[in-house]
């Protein structure tokens, strides 16, 4: 079945660095576009960034993270990242890697999440 799971999520001070990695398995990896989101306590989830498929050539990001942010994958290891750098408070959230569907914009498998939170 399909799994996603990430890690790498913790507590860093603003100004500090992250990488999260999403480990998929279940499907065939490089066949898919693939995303982070975040959700933050009281707040909608939100769309971080994207990443194409099969090799990553096109990738696309927030506003708000744009500049601070990179999104990339390693076929060979069925893994999504999102590299995190000059965090600030308002990028605390729980943070999910999801699979695209083939043929939409629509996510169809979730992973668990995985907490940031940026403070002093």
């Known amino acids: 079945q399909v799994q996603l799971v990430e890690s790498g999520g913790g507590l860093v001070q603003p100004g500090g660095s992250l990488r999260l990695s999403c480990a998929a398995s279940?499907?065939?990896?490089?066949?898919?576009?693939m995303r982070w989101y975040r959700q933050a306590p009281g707040k909608e989830r939100e769309l971080v960034a994207t990443i194409s498929s099969p090799n990553g050539s096109r990738t696309n990001y927030a506003d708000s993270v744009t500049g601070r942010f990179t999104i990339s994958r390693d076929n060979a290891k069925n893994t999504v990242y999102l590299q995190m750098s000059n965090l600030k408070p308002e990028d605390t959230a729980v943070y999910y890697c999801?699979?695209?569907?083939?043929?939409?914009?629509?996510?169809?498998?979730w992973g668990q999440g995985t907490q940031v939170t940026v403070a002093s």
């Open positions: 999801s699979r695209v569907r083939l043929g939409s914009s629509v996510p169809d498998y």
């Open positions: 279940g499907f065939p990896f490089s066949n898919y576009p």
